[in-house]
């Protein structure tokens, strides 16, 4: 393997949604890829009462389902969740991490648009 990123809990497989157990509202992080090779990446904030409290696997689930997808699996979420744009010359933090500000992880998923 060249590169490769961790993920637990399907959230849909095979154009079906899997049924989840978990059902605890968290922050979320996850990717989910339609037939047609269309890539959704949800991020989810959460545990902040007066923005935003999360989402359970299974509402997660839901939107991906609702967005066609026929395969999506949940990343590290929680404080983990972080969304990250360059705008620029700077880099932002686009999005409001449960811990207040981005933690300190040894992995991302970068995408990168190489202009020909």
Known sequence: MKEVVGGYHWLIKN????????????????????????????????????????????????????LGVKDAINLDGGGSSTLVVKENTEWRVKN????????PVANAWTIVDVKK
């Open 15 to 66: 154009s079906q949604k899997v049924p989840q157990r978990d059902v605890f509202i968290e922050p979320r992080m996850a990717v989910g890829i339609t037939s047609n090779n269309v890539v959704y990446f949800i991020l989810v904030d959460g545990r902040q009462a007066t923005y935003s409290n999360g989402m359970s696997f299974g509402n997660l689930s839901d939107v991906f389902f609702a």
């Open 96 to 103: 409001k991490p449960s811990d207040g500000s981005q933690r």
